[in-house]
């Protein structure tokens, strides 16, 4: 059963056509969802509304306004505890290296420029590998075979691109 417009028929106080009132009226005798929904909406707007104490919104936001102060001091000093906590957990580890690393700089220092070298060259290897494969695999594969990779490659993103647009819209009004 569609309950989609009587919904929003309900739910928004919309000015309903003598015909939309008649259909509204057949759908409520045998639909108990959207006659609940309606009996809720007239109860709702019968309620009579009860204005606040004097002085209610100054002591709003009074209270309010002190609660922010002491969430925010509450934050400050959880920020300040876990700083302080990492700060001492991560000294309590790094020490025994740090230690080993200030008492022999020489090690440290031909460790460093070793693996500067070791990354160096082999970053200049991948380049020249890649090179070198650029270079060799379009004249291996026939120039069908990329049309077709490539015609592959665009449905792909078709199909991606309208799953993801399908996905993405959400659906209007409650959930039957």
């Given at each position: ?133 650029l270079n060799v695999i379009p004249n291996l594969i026939p120039s069908y075979v990329w049309m077709v990779f490539a015609s592959a490659t ?23």
């Open positions: 059963m569609n309950h989609q417009p009587f919904e929003d028929w309900l739910l928004n106080d919309k000015k309903l056509s003598d015909a939309e009132k008649r259909e509204l009226n057949a759908h409520l005798q045998g639909c108990p969802r959207c006659a609940a929904i309606s009996k809720t909406g007239f109860a709702l707007r019968a309620a009579r509304v009860i204005s606040p104490a004097p002085g209610f919104a100054q002591r709003f936001e009074t209270r309010l306004s002190a609660q922010k102060i002491v969430e925010r001091r509450r934050r400050l000093w959880g920020m300040f505890l876990l700083i302080l906590t990492g700060m001492g957990l991560s000294g309590w580890f790094a020490a025994p290296y740090l230690y080993a690393f200030l008492s022999a700089p020489v090690d440290w220092i031909t460790a460093g420029f070793g693996y500067l070298l070791f990354a160096v060259t082999s970053i200049f290897t991948v380049i020249e590998a890649t090179s070198i494969l665009a449905g792909l993103g078709l199909l991606w691109t309208v799953s993801i647009w399908r996905f993405s819209k959400t659906p209007q009004g409650a959930a039957s």
